[in-house]
């Protein structure tokens, strides 16, 4: 269901390309040859987002294997590719942009195949149009709710900076370089209280012995989001 939802979004978004980039960067617009260079650029690179939604998907399965590592190096795949074509700048000249997208593509499909490596020692895809919406499903969303309201409102916050910045020359670069550097403090952060966190091997606050998301019932636990009211099953037998 993941990849159909996936690919036909791809799809849709690469034959209104120019539509769906008017609505983000209504500002370049006013440059023919700017606009025309940007669809070019984002038809190529666009797929990306297929292999690298699934990527994502794939690195949660790793991670609630305890399989940290694996899904924190992932990324580093797409930075080897950038690197790697940046080395020949010189020779390729204004052609550079173009394989530097291409790039971006690869890169995410080498990301995917890396994991599927992996992940298939613990999940193999079923392709089944049939859904099935139990309590556990119910849970989950009723809890993954809050979370998208919370990261959904950096999103816009850098959507419409976008859409502004769009009418200045390179805003939209240094808005992507300051939310870079943001991201950097955000990720010394996460290790900061995952290194607080586990202590000999287990994650402190938690009933989990190796995830701080999962006591030993499934239910998520502790400093991971649960309500106040509820409690492990192994912490009231105690």
Same mark, same amino acid.
């Given at each position: 269901?993941?990849?159909?939802?996936?690919?036909?979004?791809v799809f849709i978004i690469d034959i209104f390309i120019p539509l769906f980039l008017f /609505? %983000?960067?209504?500002? $370049?617009?006013? =440059?023919?040859?700017?606009?025309? +260079? @940007?669809?070019? #650029?984002?038809?190529?690179?666009?797929?990306?987002?297929?292999?690298?939604?699934?990527?994502?998907?794939f690195s949660a399965i790793l991670n609630s294997h305890n399989r940290f590592a694996i899904?924190?190096?992932?990324?580093?795949?797409?930075?080897?590719? /950038? %690197?790697?074509?940046? $080395?020949?700048? =010189?020779?390729?000249?204004?052609? +550079? @942009?173009?394989? #530097?997208?291409?790039?971006?593509?690869?890169?995410?499909?080498?990301?995917?195949?890396?994991?599927?490596?992996?992940?298939?020692?613990?999940?193999?895809?079923?392709?089944?149009?049939?859904?099935?919406?139990?309590?556990?499903?119910?849970?989950?969303?009723?809890?993954?709710?809050?979370?998208?309201?919370?990261?959904?409102?950096?999103?816009?916050?850098? #959507?419409?900076?976008?859409?502004?910045?769009?009418?200045?020359?390179?805003?939209?670069?240094?808005?992507?370089?300051?939310?870079?550097?943001?991201?950097?403090?955000?990720?010394?952060?996460?290790?900061?209280?995952?290194?607080?966190?586990?202590?000999?091997?287990?994650?402190?606050?938690?009933?989990?012995?190796?995830?701080?998301?999962?006591?030993?019932?499934?239910?998520?636990?502790?400093?991971?989001?649960a309500l106040p009211e509820e409690k492990c099953k192994n912490e009231e037998t105690k």
């Amino acid at each position: 269901l993941l990849i159909l939802i996936l690919f036909f979004l791809v799809f849709i978004i690469d034959i209104f390309i120019p539509l769906f980039l008017f /609505l %983000i960067d209504p500002g $370049f617009s006013c =440059n023919e040859e700017k606009m025309n +260079l @940007v669809i070019n #650029l984002t038809r190529i690179t666009f797929p990306f987002l297929l292999f690298v939604s699934l990527s994502s998907f794939f690195s949660a399965i790793l991670n609630s294997h305890n399989r940290f590592a694996i899904a924190a190096a992932a990324p580093i795949i797409l930075n080897i590719f /950038l %690197i790697s074509i940046l $080395f020949y700048g =010189n020779i390729l000249g204004d052609m +550079l @942009v173009y394989y #530097l997208s291409y790039a971006v593509t690869i890169a995410g499909i080498a990301q995917f195949l890396f994991l599927y490596k992996y992940v298939k020692k613990f999940y193999l895809p079923k392709f089944s149009l049939k859904i099935l919406i139990d309590e556990k499903v119910k849970k989950f969303f009723k809890k993954l709710l809050p979370s998208i309201f919370s990261s959904g409102v950096t999103q816009i916050n850098i #959507l419409v900076g976008t859409i502004i910045a769009s009418f200045q020359a390179s805003a939209v670069s240094y808005l992507y370089y300051a939310d870079r550097i943001y991201q950097i403090n955000l990720a010394i952060a996460g290790i900061a209280i995952k290194i607080w966190a586990k202590k000999d091997g287990k994650f402190a606050g938690t009933c989990a012995s190796q995830n701080p998301l999962l006591n030993k019932e499934g239910e998520a636990c502790g400093f991971c989001g649960a309500l106040p009211e509820e409690k492990c099953k192994n912490e009231e037998t105690k």
